[in-house]
Every structure is written in C-alpha cells, then in structure tokens.
C-alpha cells in the first residue's frame, strides 16, 4: 500500500493519559500535514511540515499538542494529559513539492475516544 | 481571509437524477478549491481541483464542478446519482502552501 498510513486506527484512553499517533506519508511527498475532525464537522487544520520544519501550527493546537517530524518522513502528533474534548478523529495528509495548488492525500485517520 | 460555505447540510436525491452540491467561497485572492469526497470508515477522497485554469473542471466518477467568480460558486454537480455516491462531501480552498480550508460538509443521500 502506497498510500497515507497511520496508526493506530483507534484509541481508547483515560482521561488525563497521554496518547502518541503516528502517520507515515507517500514517500516522495516533502509536506505533511495533521488535521481533527469532530463529529458532523470538517476538518480542522492543525500543523503543517515541510521535510522535518514546523512551518505553522493552528491556534487548535494547545500547549497539551506536540508534532515532529524528526527525520522529514514520518511524523508523530502527541496528546498530554487528554480531556474528553480531544475525542475526535486525527487525520493525517501529504503532499508532493508545491505546484499551483497540491493535492493532499489523506490517511484514513486515527479515532481517539477519551472516557 | 479564506473561507467557504456550503449551502445545504443535507441533500437528498433519487438514484438516476441529477445531484447538485451548493458551495459559496470567500477569497482575497484567486482561489484554489478543491471537492472532496468521505466515504463512511474510508479516508478523504479529491474529487476534483480548481487552480486558475478551466473554469469547467471535470473530476472522478463524474462529477463536475464550475468556478463562477461573479457568483463566488463553486457548486458540484453529476448528471445521475448512483447509489455509491452516497457520502459525505466537502468543498476546500486553500489558505497558503500548507493549509486547506474545509467548509462544514454536505451529506448526500441517494434513494432507490
């Protein structure tokens, strides 16, 4: 599967745990981005790498949020200290080197359920 | 500042007839728009793109979707719904190099 790949699917987690996702993106594609869904709703921009740089970050993404991309491939999206209004749906996405507008290809997302 | 918004929550439609997805955008510039498509447990699909070029853009499946910039539209259409295009739909443009703009969604619902 060539596609956007991220894991787990879902997670359950106690309230006040952290919680570590991970996408991998196309391998050719240098800009990868995470997004949330809430249920009924859009999508919401979170953070935005281009190769390993941290290039913007949603006002969304509180101090409790933390994304790297270490190496410029894959990528990991931290949550401390999880609360019940982090329960939404992760969604990750990559794109090739900008052309007038990329595509971004999304994974099939990671489904986080905070009781 | 970027922004879209469709038009209609919901939309029902008879299998056979013709679909029509309502999306208005708001710009400061020439935008990118972008439809894309969310099957129930499946990740996002792009449907099609608008990048400055025809403003007729043809995508998957066939759909179809036309830039008016005297309306701010950028409404989907597809001549006869199929059962399969029961889903949920979302306009986008984008804001930046590294930032889609996705409006509420439109569910699609198709009857035999």
Same mark, same amino acid.
């Given at each position: 599967d060539t596609g956007v790949s991220q894991d787990?699917?879902? %997670?359950?987690? %106690?309230?006040?745990?952290n919680v570590t996702?991970?996408? @991998?993106? +196309? #391998? =050719?594609? /240098?800009?990868?981005y995470w997004y949330r869904q809430t249920l009924g709703q859009g999508p919401e921009f979170l953070t935005?790498?281009? /190769?390993?740089?941290? !290039? =913007? %970050?949603?006002?969304? !993404? #509180? @101090?409790?949020?933390?994304?790297?991309?270490?190496k410029g491939s894959f990528s990991t999206l931290? +949550?401390?200290?999880?609360?019940?209004?982090? #329960?939404?749906?992760? !969604?990750?996405?990559?794109?090739?080197?900008?052309?007038?507008? #990329?595509e971004a290809f999304f994974g099939q997302g990671t489904r986080l359920t905070v009781v | 500042a970027q922004s879209v918004t469709q038009l209609d929550s919901h939309v029902s439609v008879s299998e056979g007839t013709?679909?029509? $997805?309502?999306c208005n955008y708001s710009s400061s510039y020439s935008p990118s728009l972008f439809w894309y498509v969310q099957h129930p447990n499946k990740g996002?699909? !792009? $449907?099609? %793109?608008?990048?400055?070029?025809?403003?007729?853009?043809?995508?998957?499946?066939?759909?179809?979707? =036309?830039?008016?910039?005297?309306e701010t539209s950028f409404h989907l259409t597809k001549p006869s719904a199929h059962?399969? @295009?029961?889903?949920?739909?979302f306009c986008v443009v984008t804001k930046g190099p590294g930032k889609l703009i996705f409006g509420q969604g439109t569910t699609l619902q198709v009857k035999p």
């Open positions: 787990p699917r879902h %997670k359950i987690t %106690k309230r006040g745990q996702f991970r996408c @991998d993106p +196309i #391998s =050719e594609h /240098n800009r990868l935005y790498f281009q /190769n390993e740089a941290q !290039l =913007e %970050k949603s006002r969304l !993404l #509180s @101090d409790r949020f933390s994304a790297e991309r270490p931290e +949550i401390q200290r999880t609360e019940q209004g982090d #329960s939404a749906m992760y !969604l990750c996405a990559s794109s090739p080197p900008l052309g007038p507008a #990329s | 013709p679909v029509l $997805l309502r996002l699909q !792009l $449907l099609l %793109k608008y990048t400055s070029a025809a403003t007729l853009v043809k995508g998957i499946n066939g759909f179809e979707a =036309e830039f008016k910039k005297s059962m399969s @295009d029961a889903a949920e739909y």
